[in-house]
């Protein structure tokens, strides 16, 4: 290994595309899997992390740089995983890639939303236990149902494009957007309240931040219509989960069986995870060029 290159530690799976980039620019040691522990005695040998969503970038992480690394890729958009106060104090850049899977997360959904309203996880379910339960699976339509988008930031805005082809009214909640952009997808911006008073699909698009995190509690599934459907493919945190079981038991949001989980799929199309590599390797091989200079 040459010791003029940079050494960039990628701790989670990356895109080919993206990998070769980082190998023509410094020696990428690809580590998955690492507890706390062993990625705190790598990292004072690395010049650069890249991470997706599963490795926690922690205080103790920038402590035990002792001062060598110089950026935080995160290939995705969200970085609530890495701590943003220690990147600053320890002087570290923190860069993401926030494009590439915008699609890939409009897509899935839109797909959710889709297989709730039909019930077709549950009634896949069904048929492969044997049985064919035309009557139980009845579903709903989207079409003339009023959709809420939580967020109209990237993903939230092509949710509301697609979800308008499918016929829905679409109303959306974001206090940082813009008017025009929403004019221009032909969505009414609304208040917090009216958008989760009155949609039959509220859709989730917002960062987890201190604000939002478990912003869907007891009181605001209360002002939700009874049977409401409610998609997440944002974070996790963005809602209270003991709520929203009382919500579910209480018949607020449609039942218990309606529920459909993946795990965190939002990002993973082949497409969106070649883009997302591509995306953070230029970001991180810009950041130890020196080319770039503020924290994501
Ligand atoms: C994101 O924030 O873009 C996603 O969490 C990406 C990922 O799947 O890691």
């Known amino acids: 290994?040459?010791?003029?290159?940079?050494?960039?530690?990628?701790?989670?799976?990356?895109?080919?595309?993206?990998?070769?980039?980082?190998?023509?620019?410094?020696?990428?040691?690809?580590?998955?899997?690492?507890?706390?522990?062993?990625?705190?005695?790598?990292?004072?040998?690395?010049?650069?992390?890249?991470?997706?969503?599963?490795?926690?970038?922690?205080?103790?992480?920038?402590?035990?740089?002792?001062?060598?690394?110089?950026?935080?890729?995160?290939?995705?958009?969200?970085?609530?995983?890495?701590?943003?106060?220690?990147?600053?104090?320890?002087?570290?850049?923190?860069?993401?890639?926030?494009?590439?899977?915008?699609?890939?997360?409009?897509?899935?959904?839109?797909?959710?939303?889709?297989?709730?309203?039909?019930?077709?996880s549950q009634a896949d379910a069904s048929m492969k236990s044997g049985k064919w339960q035309r009557n139980k699976y009845v579903g709903v339509s989207l079409v003339g149902k009023t959709l809420a988008v939580m967020g109209f930031g990237k993903v939230g805005s092509e949710v509301a494009r697609r979800a308008k082809g499918l016929g829905m009214h679409v109303i959306a909640h974001d206090p940082y957007a813009p008017a025009d952009r929403a004019r221009a997808v032909g969505v009414d911006l609304v208040s917090f309240d009216e958008a989760i008073s009155t949609a039959d699909f509220v859709s989730l698009h917002m960062p987890l931040t201190p604000t939002t995190n478990k912003i869907f509690n007891e009181g605001n599934f209360a002002k939700m219509k009874k049977g409401v459907r409610l998609i997440n493919v944002a974070r996790g945190g963005v809602i209270d989960e003991d709520a929203l079981v009382r919500a579910l038991d209480s018949g607020i949001v449609a039942q218990h069986e309606n529920v459909t989980v993946t795990p965190h799929l939002g990002a993973s199309t082949k497409e969106a995870q070649e883009g997302v590599a591509v995306e953070i390797a230029e970001a991180v091989v810009g950041a130890l060029k020196g080319e770039l200079s503020a924290t994501a």
Do not use: W
């Open 1 to 120: 290994i040459s010791t003029s290159k940079p050494t960039i530690l990628v701790s989670e799976k990356l895109g080919e595309a993206g990998l070769d980039l980082l190998r023509s620019f410094g020696n990428v040691d690809c580590s998955y899997n690492l507890s706390s522990e062993e990625l705190c005695s790598k990292i004072s040998l690395c010049d650069a992390l890249i991470v997706r969503s599963g490795t926690k970038v922690t205080r103790q992480v920038f402590e035990a740089a002792k001062g060598r690394l110089k950026v935080v890729g995160r290939a995705g958009v969200g970085i609530d995983n890495v701590d943003l106060q220690a990147a600053t104090e320890f002087g570290c850049l923190v860069v993401n890639a926030p494009t590439a899977n915008t699609i890939a997360a409009a897509e899935h959904g839109i797909a959710l939303m889709a297989a709730m309203a039909r019930n077709v």
